[in-house]
């Protein structure tokens, strides 16, 4: 019996030996070879140390990683885990360690062979390519290298690791992938996200994921991914286990991919094909799909309605079909997705941004709903409370651009808690509407356009704590802003703007982010900012109001400005020297005030300037060279109405982006710089974009707040004033009229072929309209009237199709108007004041016009010598002239161009000692 004691033990012992093997220990061995350092073991802590050298740690982040004596244990590290049974080390994960930065991986990792999960999300490796290390790390079972900005080459290597579950390559610069054959030696792999890797040129995708038999959840989001090839969908796997599946943003147009995911149909819980150019009817497939919980389509061009199919998705949680050109009766879709078991499911129901019409249908069936988006479609009738009587888990309600009415009673009480409210352009005043007041938790509100006509409630503010986004703009609310004591959780975007607020404006507005007070009646002064809680004011619109004094000079705290429009009140004074510590402003209005001095040189630290607009002010003094040097971003540039003198500086013609510049209405002499054709946004056609945008990004709350605004400009156009925004970027523009220029008009000009409006009326503008002027076909507007421009018209004006506004009154021009159904098309008061110009449209006829002669009355006196035989003998001499010249002019190419070239020659010889002539006469006149 004692025998066999022994050898049960004997056999125990070596069974626990085996059992930690299978786990990957190494129990004899890591006495042999290694130290151990507590449960650290020391080769795996070298290597980790020379995988930390290869970091930029600049926060300090690593500092638990060391070799002093209180770090000696590696399995304490930040990220590092190890087992307990064997301590090698066997997860380091770092992911979200962003500040870290990447120069190389040691070759050491590769001592970690027990290492079973690496990830380095979000640490940025700048660009360098993935090791070839990596594929030798052949027991990991979870890698994630997303958001690490690898490049180089396709890490294909990944392939060798045929124990990955779980593969994330999301977000980094490596060169299109040529193929994806690696793939399928990933049998294990259950989780694959590959998001925004270029996968444009690689075919049969699909068939490479049909091979995977574990895979659950599949993203491809954003990898140029072409539609699947028919003849690839045959290699169909035997696997159905695919669960989740995002193709978003991709190119994928044709029914093949519906084709592909028909093989799933009865696995899949979550399919997103948002963003991509799929067209047509919406296949019956996705009614097979009975599992579906979650659906999104939206971003895509398809059209016609639901199919009936829908309705057998029973396990239907969220549906997104937005910005479609889905078309028909809201009703009958409303119908036909939940005529059976998917009404008591549905939780998100998103169809905005579509043509869907007719009236809102009865919603109290959809008891689950959280979220119902119906905004920016063809809506019309009247809401009552009753659409919303069962719908007590709503949170997110979007209604805004249609034509709706809200007709609820003044003491309805909703069974919601909504925190997203969006009501814009449905009609719900006279009143403010009070259900608001039952409304505790919400942090967006639109009521904007909704024909309010009270004032602002006491008890609307305190439930505007935790706001961070509120507009009721283009409404009629009266009433001032009360100064209240309570402060806002967040810095909110702020939108009071079209009302008819009055009284100063209260100083808790200072704690926004974005505010737009603009068209009201609001006074006094605008010291509310002169607060250190306006450091996160990133928007500040307070044009069109009747705010008064002296701009304060405390514009330091405004750290964080991007936009500035102070524009149509009643400011005065200099601009204070302070605005050039707003480093970030890309904005800067002040127009129509009453502004003096000159503009502060400290703006020229602004560099990040796109639009500056004190138009219709008293400033005065030269126009700066630092515009052009130091703030060379310009896009508008606005000085026009005020009493600038001096000279226009050629720093000018630095403003590469420059569209529009107007100086008009100002005193500034000499002539016209000729590097105008260094303005190459003027010097190219058209504008990739309709508007000026910019955007707005600032830190709240530890939170990225970013806001998107359109500039816009007010100017005279074709004789009127007029604003744009959602066209400005089209108007190019250079505007210099009234003021005391000379000299001649450059004909550098004339490069500018994107001008689509010039104006140098108003000047002493000399000399002669350049020939080339034809070259600026994309004008629609150009005065040169009230100069002393003389010449002729040239011929290449009437070549400018576009042109629908001319002004050439009131010079010396001279000669006939130029034949072309374009210049005769014009009012005669176009050319009014150049008492030498003749011709259509004029009545006045030109001197070399032929004059008829009739010889009807004239054949009794008839020449005996002119006889049958002078006629023949004079056709025979024409025929032999004619011929023996222009018949040598036709078939001699050479001589022909020789001939035409002396003609052009004599021509403009001619034409250029009469002017001489003229001149001198004029200037013997003159003396």
Not at 603 to 624: A, E, M, Q, R, W
Not at 630 to 637: F, P, R, T
Request: aromatic share 10%; charged share 15%; glycine share 8%.
């Amino acid at each position: 019996m004692q025998g066999h004691g022994r050898c049960l033990k004997l056999f125990l012992a070596f069974a626990l030996l085996l059992l930690q093997y299978a786990k990957g220990g190494e129990v004899d061995h890591s006495h042999r070879d290694t130290n151990v350092t507590g449960r650290c073991i020391e080769r795996e802590r070298q290597a980790l140390l020379a995988f930390k050298r290869g970091l930029v740690d600049k926060s300090d982040l690593l500092s638990s990683w060391g070799s002093e004596a209180q770090k000696l244990d590696c399995c304490k590290w930040v990220g590092v885990s190890c087992s307990n049974q064997t301590g090698h080390v066997i997860q380091v994960d770092l992911h979200g360690l962003y500040s870290l930065q990447g120069k190389m991986i040691s070759p050491k990792l590769i001592e970690l062979h027990y290492l079973e999960h690496l990830d380095l999300g979000g640490i940025n490796f700048i660009g360098i390519p993935v090791p070839d290390l990596i594929g030798s790390l052949t027991n990991l079972r979870y890698l994630d290298l997303s958001f690490t900005y690898f490049g180089g080459k396709f890490p294909s290597q990944v392939g060798n690791l045929t124990n990955l579950q779980y593969l994330a390559l999301e977000a980094n610069n490596f060169t299109n992938a040529e193929n994806l054959d690696w793939l399928p030696l990933l049998s294990s792999l259950r989780y694959l996200d590959l998001n925004f890797v270029n996968l444009s040129n690689v075919y049969d995708w699909p068939e490479a994921i049909n091979k995977l038999p574990k895979l659950t959840n599949l993203t491809l989001e954003g990898c140029d991914l072409p539609s699947p090839i028919l003849f690839t969908l045959s290699y169909i796997n035997s696997s159905k286990s695919l669960a989740s599946v995002d193709l978003s943003s991709n190119h994928l147009s044709t029914s093949s991919i519906f084709i592909w995911l028909s093989n799933y149909n009865t696995s899949l819980v979550h399919l997103d094909l948002s963003w991509n150019l799929l067209a047509g009817s919406i296949p019956d497939v996705f009614g097979n799909m009975r599992s579906l919980a979650h659906l999104d389509l939206s971003n895509n061009q398809l059209e016609g309605g639901v199919p009936h199919s829908f309705a057998r998705l029973c396990s239907l949680q969220s549906l997104g079909l937005s910005t479609n050109f889905l078309s028909g009766q809201l009703s009958k879709f409303v119908q036909i997705l939940f005529s059976t078991c998917a009404q008591n499911s549905l939780e998100i129901l998103d169809l905005s941004w579509n043509h869907l019409a007719g009236s809102l249908p009865d919603l109290t069936k959809l008891s689950s709903l959280e979220v119902l988006y119906l905004n920016n479609n063809q809506l019309s009738g009247v809401i009552s409370g009753i659409h919303f009587s069962t719908l007590s888990k709503l949170r997110s309600l979007d209604l805004s651009s249609n034509s709706l009415v809200l007709d609820i009673h003044a003491d309805w009480i909703p069974p919601f808690q909504l925190d997203y409210i969006n009501l814009g352009s449905c009609k719900m005043g006279p009143d403010f509407p009070k259900w608001l007041q039952t409304q505790k938790k919400f942090s967006f509100l639109d009521i904007s356009d909704a024909k309010i006509s009270d004032i602002i409630p006491s008890w609307f503010w305190s439930l505007c704590r935790n706001v961070t986004f509120m507009n009721l703009a283009r409404n009629q609310i009266g009433g001032t802003l009360v100064n209240l004591t309570f402060e806002f959780s967040y810095f909110p975007k702020l939108r009071l703007s079209s009302n008819q607020l009055e009284g100063p404006i209260p100083s808790f507005l200072s704690k926004t982010s974005h505010l737009d007070l603009s068209y009201n009646k609001l006074s006094g002064s605008i010291s509310f900012f002169c607060s250190s809680t306006a450091m996160f004011l990133g928007f500040l619109d307070l044009s069109n109001n009747n705010v008064s004094g002296q701009v304060p000079d405390c514009l330091t705290y405004l750290t964080n400005l991007v936009m500035l429009d102070l524009s149509y009140n009643a400011l005065f004074g200099k601009i204070p020297t302070t605005i050039g510590s707003v480093f970030g402003i890309e904005t800067l209005k002040l127009r129509s005030n009453r502004f003096v001095g000159q503009l502060p040189s400290s703006l020229k630290n602004c560099t990040s300037l796109k639009v500056i607009d004190v138009g219709d002010n008293k400033l005065s003094g030269p126009i700066p060279n630092w515009l052009g040097v130091g703030l060379k971003d310009l896009v508008i540039l606005m000085l026009s109405s005020n009493h600038f003198n001096g000279s226009l500086p050629s720093q000018l013609c630095h403003l590469t982006h420059i569209q529009i510049l107007d100086f008009s209405m100002n005193n500034i002499s000499r002539s016209i710089p000729k590097c105008l054709n260094n303005l190459t946004t003027l010097a190219q056609k058209g504008n990739p974009s309709l508007n000026i945008s910019h955007f707005v990004y600032m830190m709240s709350n530890n939170n990225s707040v970013e806001a998107e605004y359109e500039d816009d400009a007010t100017f005279i156009w074709k004789g009127r004033v007029y604003s744009y925004k959602n066209t400005l970027g089209l108007v190019k523009r250079i505007d210099l009229s009234s003021n005391r220029l000379t000299g001649e008009i450059p004909s550098e000009i004339t490069h500018l072929v994107g001008l689509v409006s010039l104006n140098l009326s108003g000047n002493q503008l000399t000399g002669q309209i350049t020939p080339e002027i034809g070259n600026l076909q994309s004008l629609d507007a150009l005065d040169l009237s009230r100069n002393q421009i003389e010449g002729r018209i040239p011929t290449s004006l009437s070549r400018i199709d576009r042109l629908s506004v001319l002004d050439l009154s009131f010079n010396n021009l001279s000669g006939k108007i130029p034949i072309g159904t374009q210049l005769q098309g014009f009012d005669p008061s176009v050319y009014a004041g150049n008492p030498q110009l003749c011709g259509p449209p004029l009545k006045k006829t030109c001197a070399d016009q032929i004059v008829q002669i009739d010889l009807s009355n004239q054949e009794d006196d008839k020449d005996e010598l002119i006889t049958l035989g002078f006629y023949i003998s004079m056709g025979l001499g024409f025929a032999a002239g004619f011929w023996g010249v222009c018949g040598t002019l036709i078939f001699k190419r050479s001589w022909r161009y020789a001939y035409f070239k002396f003609l052009n020659g004599l021509n403009d010889w001619l034409y250029v000692q009469v002017a001489l002539i003229k001149r001198q006469l004029k200037d013997m006149l003159n003396s």
